[in-house]
Nanobody
Framework: QVQLVESGGGLVQPGGSLRLSCAAS????????MAWYRQAPGKQRELVAV???????NYAGSVKGRFTISSDNAKNTMYLQMNSLKPEDTAVYYC??????????WGQGTRVTVSS
């Protein structure tokens, strides 16, 4: 069973940066959409950023201009560059791959804490 593995989370001060990575443990055929979600304590999971196989991107309003999503489709790998981090960005971040035939893959999550 192919799994997604996130890395790059940690503790950072407000205004700092982190780069999250998401890699598939094996080959996933037909990925059409890759996305980052996050879930803060006591809140529902929310969509942070999306990238399609064609390279189109979209962002939640709260992170637009600060976060950048990118991918290496050949390697089934995705990244999230997070700059100008705020305490409200503190959450567990999850990656998600969706294939053309609706197979849905999730990572186990990586924790990001923004605090002084």
């Amino acid at each position: 069973q192919v799994q997604l593995v996130e890395s790059g989370g940690g503790l950072v001060q407000p205004g700092g940066s982190l780069r999250l990575s998401c890699a598939a443990s094996g080959s996933i055929f037909g990925v059409v959409v890759m996305a980052w979600y996050r879930q803060a304590p006591g809140k529902q999971r929310e969509l942070v950023a999306v990238i399609t196989g064609g390279g189109s991107t979209n962002y939640a309003g709260s992170v637009k201009g600060r976060f950048t999503i990118s991918s290496d489709n050949a390697k089934n790998t995705m990244y999230l560059q997070m700059n100008s981090l705020k305490p409200e960005d503190t959450a567990v971040y999850y990656c998600n791959f969706l294939t053309f035939n609706s197979n849905d893959y999730w990572g186990q999550g990586t924790r990001v804490t923004v605090s002084s």
